[in-house]
């Protein structure tokens, strides 16, 4: 087994860069908000799923052991109000969206959890967990359900920085029930609150009396909150502390937040050592989201001719913190890019030596090449530096140019790069002569960002330029620079 090479990323609750240090050597157990499945997932929301999907590869590739679960939300207020509103059981309606979601997955090479948790699964475990937080005083009992008090959660807010002002005095610190309660999952995302992790049936006192959706249980019939949905199925799947937790940048309050008061409160315990949290997806220069209308499927994309795998590509292209604006042009620029890729690599050939002078007269695979080890180390570098993907994808494009790598070696070094990547490149034929697949000649996402440069380059800007020229090469096009300006060129 090769030793670990070190891995560096970005925690939020320190908001720091950390070295990652696992808490049983060689292992690294991972949980990822997953979806809820009242409707289509979003590109936005595929976004942290390609993510989580990275880092897990990421840590495969450098040999450790990998132990992940998602969360199905399969019941909270969205997906019962959905139900009511199409008139089917809730059963019915998210086994629908849920297997939508997982051909979704697929159709983007996201590798499928260890453990895959239906909220509706684990009632069970997030009973005893309320029960517990009952128990230690963390939570108490109203007309309308059970709610975690803030006031009794120690450091409460953490993760989002957030400083909860006392309003009887005036000073900063830990509030009292003047903030309120809160009952519905949609949270107030501006004002801390008491929030409810059990909600109360109306006026039935048992779950056969109730004519939508509610269970048993010691204080009384009724259903999870969604914040306690995710900490009780953590701790069941993965133990009472985890390495890292992922998520998209919205999560971080509440629910993010949420869940660890809920659960350090029960366990004593840590609940996850390293926080990762991706960043929003613009359309317009405006948040995607399905509240506001504006969101896009995986169906959109494909019905304009684009692959998903080139999505894909273009996800990593972007930082994974970083802030991004979703057009059909930049992703068209990426699927000409992916296209340029295949043929390449088609083009090289074998990735093996052949014996040519074989007794038999055949020729003959005699050995596998291994990958350019100079090409792997810089690989590895920027993978391990915070899941750098935008120059771990530059980095594959300088080995497609290396004139001194022979083709079988370029071809053995890709392939070797896609274990993180995840474009399917070993199954290259088939994505190459995808109908789906349009090529441009130079895209104007291309030019854009080359027009870019040369203002960097004008203002004397060279970190800039030299970040804007990694970037265009990414896509699998070369700058130089004229007397006129600039001409593009594929690689």
Known sequence: MKSVRPITLNNTLSGKKELFVPLKKGKVTMYNCGPTVYDFAHIGNFRTYIMSDTIRRVFEYEGLKMKQAMNITDVDDKTIRRSLEEGVTLETLTAKYEKLFWEDMESLNILKPHKILGARDHVKDMIKMISVLLKKGIA??????????????????????????????????????????IANDEYDKENPRDFAIWKFSANKDSAEEDETV???????????????????????????????HTGATDLIFPHHTNEIAQSESATGKTFVNYWIHGGFMNVEDEKMSKSKGNFLKLADLVAEQISPIAFRYWVLTSHYRSQVNFSFDAVRAAQTALL???????????????????????????????????????????ITDDFNMPQAVATM?????????????KKTTILDFD????????DISTISTSPILKKEEIPLEVTVLAEA??????????????ALRAEIESRGFSVKDTEQGFTIEEL
């Not at 440069?453 to 030299?466: N, S, T, V």
């Open 419 to 426: 274990k993180v990547l995840g474009l399917r490149l070993a």
């Open 397 to 409: 494009w300088k080995v497609t140019k290396d004139p001194a790598l022979s083709p079988a070696e």
């Open 453 to 466: 440069r040369l203002a960097a380059r004008l203002a004397k800007d060279w970190p800039k330029a030299d």
């Open 140 to 181: 108490y009992k109203t007309a309308d359900g059970i709610y975690v008090s803030i006031d009794k959660v120690k450091n409460y807010g953490v993760l989002a920085r957030l400083k909860i002002a006392n309003t009887d005095s005036g000073t900063t610190g830990q509030a009292n029930h003047e903030h309120g309660r």
């Open 214 to 244: 509610a269970w048993n249980a010691p204080f009384g019939c009724g259903r999870p909150g969604w914040h306690i949905e995710c900490s009780a199925m953590s701790i069941k799947a993965l133990g009472k502390t985890i390495d890292i």
């Open 340 to 382: 340029k890729l295949c043929e390449e690599i088609i083009r090289w050939g074998e990735e093996e030596k052949i014996d040519t002078k074989a007794k038999t007269g055949k020729l003959k695979r005699i050995a596998k090449i291994a990958p350019d080890e100079t090409y792997k180390k810089e690989f590895e570098t920027a």
